[in-house]
């Protein structure tokens, strides 16, 4: 055989073992981040599940407070909708909502027509507001004016 045929088929060969070692190595890292990448999908599966029940068990229910039904208002979420809310604080909303700008409980009141000069009929009102604001639906200004949120 022809000695420049034997070095070139060794020098291939070692080529090859060099590669097939590298492959095997690659290969194996592959296949380890793989199992990770299950092992990781399984733990968020899991996780995901418990919040989901914590978050259903979390979730504000109908109450009594001294014998009176109470309305409890959801934190707004991203998976929470308007239409959870009773309908007197859906048209609060809307009423915010229409305005050019920020507004005054006054002028939600006006919009939603509750008699405005009677003070006991505004502040409830107002609290409802405040509510709003609180469970993060809408946002109050410094001045004391309502917005909706971004």
Do not use: N
């Not at 592959?30 to 968020?44: M, N």
């Not at 700008?101 to 107002?126: C, N, Y």
């Amino acid at each position: 055989m022809d000695p420049e045929l034997l070095e070139w088929i060794t020098a291939r060969r070692a080529e090859l073992d060099k590669l097939e070692k590298h492959l095997a190595q690659r290969l194996a890292e592959v296949r380890a981040e793989r199992d990770e990448l299950t092992i990781g999908e399984k733990v968020f599966e899991r996780v995901s599940g418990q919040l989901a029940q914590e978050r259903a068990s979390a979730a504000p229910v109908p109450g009594q407070v001294g014998g009176r039904a109470v309305m409890l208002i959801a934190h707004r979420t991203t998976d929470v909708e308007e239409s959870v809310l009773p309908p007197d604080y859906q048209r609060i909303l809307a009423a915010v909502r229409q305005a050019a700008g920020p507004v005054m409980a006054r002028q939600v009141g006006e919009t939603l027509g509750v008699d405005i000069s009677v003070r006991a009929k505004l502040e409830p009102l107002r609290g409802r507001l405040v509510r709003l604001v609180d469970r993060g639906w809408l946002r109050k200004l410094p001045d004391g004016r309502f917005t909706t949120r971004l």
